[in-house]
């Protein structure tokens, strides 16, 4: 079955990690501006990120037949610092038109600081400006209900703010109905440590369904494995699961989704013939 990742981060990945992903099926994936594993000093740093980004990993995932898509910000990691946020947010423009960005994320909220929301707020900002698909990141662990908490009041204060057009990641049990019945997409990361696992996406889905339901594996510098999408494919036939559902979630969810951006031009591989 041919799927899309919606959330992995290929900065962090070695090229063998495209030929296994391609092998197991991975035709289209989207990576989010996140941490480098350091906090950057300048906006120089950023811009550089943003060129490999849309220049270089979209090279290397065509080299195996994945077409790569990506999206830009500062991340909430690096958000404590308003001053270079705001640098990071005034350069993101000379990037947005690239062919294969999908708009302004992944936002949010980290350990729910002010300068966080702060700098949340001013992102969402731009994306309404620039009319950006919004893709949002919320905090690990402890941190979770609380942030997933403001960052919903944050966006539904704001009345500009069109639900369909922002996917929360990273729902778990107790954050998931908050951000369906806020009319969000919501996005499950299946991921070994802080996150949730195929066995309990699976869970997630059979209760609430799979209606603006993604998943992910948000393959990273850390324990992540970036096949975390075959193995939820797997959990779900073994449950019996029809396979037109877990199409949906792995693969019609998420282009719908993508295919509200104009620049998000795929080519599905399931339609094409041979000549």
Not at 65 to 89: D, F, M, P
Not at 155 to 161: A, G, H, P, W, Y
């Amino acid at each position: 079955m041919y799927y899309v990742d919606p959330h992995i981060h290929m900065v962090s990945r070695t090229t063998d990690d495209y030929e296994t992903l391609a092998r197991m099926g991975c035709v289209a994936m989207s990576e989010p501006a996140f941490w480098a594993g350091f906090d950057r000093c300048s906006v120089d740093g950023f811009r550089d990120y943003f060129r490999q980004l849309t220049e270089v990993e979209p090279a290397r995932a065509a080299q195996f037949g994945i077409q790569h898509y990506t999206w830009l910000c500062i991340n909430a990691k690096e958000a404590e610092n308003v001053e270079l946020s705001r640098e990071v947010i005034a350069m993101i423009p000379e990037f947005i038109n690239c062919p294969n960005v999908l708009g302004i994320g992944e936002i949010g909220l980290n350990k729910n600081t002010k300068n966080e929301a702060t700098v949340f707020v001013e992102h969402l900002e731009l994306a309404i400006k620039l009319e950006e698909l919004i893709l949002i990141h919320t905090p690990h662990l402890e941190d979770k209900l609380k942030g997933t908490r403001m960052i919903l009041d944050m966006l539904q204060n704001d009345k500009r703010i069109q639900p369909e057009r922002v996917l929360v990641d990273h729902v778990e049990e107790h954050t998931i109905k908050h951000v369906l019945d806020a009319g969000f997409w919501a996005g499950m990361t299946m991921y070994p440590v802080t996150k949730c696992t195929p066995q309990r996406a699976a869970d997630m889905i059979e209760i609430h369904g799979t209606d603006r339901l993604c998943v992910n594996s948000a393959g990273d510098w850390g324990p992540s494995k970036p096949t975390a999408v075959p193995d939820l494919i797997i959990e779900m036939r073994k449950r019996g699961h029809r396979e037109a559902d877990i199409r949906k979630v792995v693969f019609d969810n998420p282009l719908t989704f993508f295919a509200q951006n104009k620049r998000f031009q795929f080519k599905d591989p399931s339609t094409e013939t041979n000549p």
